[in-house]
């Protein structure tokens, strides 16, 4: 009991690191590492991440090391079509039902992230945990747990990448582009606006992707058709 006990532990912390984007696609890991950093043995770290290569959210090599996936051209551009539906929808039925209090948490979350983005050196790791618990605390207020399952699914694995812009101190970030989304997204929840709410949501998604995608971050290589020969 305490084994599986740490192991989900250790499943739990390794999920959100990859749903908030704290760590790179490609980037390179060990059981070792990862069990010091956690400060249990190998063993529970091992079973987590067994789980999550079967999720398709890390990759495991012949010398036991753990990669991060990169995404190719074509599940990158799938995922976010189904992200821009599932979340657009998150976002409305949020609209909709959100309460005083859980709008006053996501206008301090939204605040919070404004002002880091208003400091001469944003803290770039702060920044993506923000973002990942404003877009979490929206989509919580659907009262959806099924969809908001999937969407965390669909996180885990596009995590490492969404937050490129914000790691890479590009004019995306001296723009605050990703704040100006965010601040439609509150205003249309307290306009109780499910309209509004999903289109400025499919905004900041549509506007991150296209930056990634233009960035040549992915693997290409499936995005081109193979030359036809008689």
Request: aromatic share 4%; net charge neutral.
């Amino acid at each position: 009991m305490v084994r599986q006990t740490l192991s989900a532990d250790v499943y739990a912390q390794l999920r959100d690191l990859l749903i908030s984007g704290r760590v790179m696609p490609g980037e390179k890991l060990s059981l070792r590492s990862i069990a010091d950093a956690l400060g249990v043995s190998v063993m529970p770290v091992r079973e987590a991440v067994h789980r999550l290569v079967a999720e398709q959210a890390l990759e495991m090599s012949a010398n036991r090391f753990i990669r991060v996936p990169v995404l190719t051209v074509s599940q990158f551009r799938e995922i976010t079509s189904i992200r821009l539906n599932l979340e657009g929808q998150a976002a409305a039925r949020a609209a909709e039902l959100v309460g005083a209090k859980a709008l006053r948490e996501i206008e301090g979350i939204h605040d919070a992230s404004c002002r880091e983005f208003a400091k001469s050196t944003p803290d770039e790791s702060r920044l993506i945990a923000l973002n990942k618990e404003l877009h979490f605390a929206i989509y919580n207020q659907a009262q959806m747990p099924i969809l908001l399952q999937i969407v965390e699914s669909l996180w885990l694995r596009i995590g490492p990448i969404l937050n490129y812009d914000l790691r890479s101190g590009t004019e995306r970030v001296v723009q605050r582009v990703q704040a100006s989304h965010h601040a439609a997204m509150v205003e249309a929840l307290k306009n109780r606006d499910p309209v509004a709410a999903c289109q400025s949501l499919q905004n900041d998604i549509t506007s991150a992707a296209d930056f990634i995608l233009n960035t040549g971050a992915l693997i290409v290589a499936d995005s081109v058709k193979p030359v036809e020969t008689d």
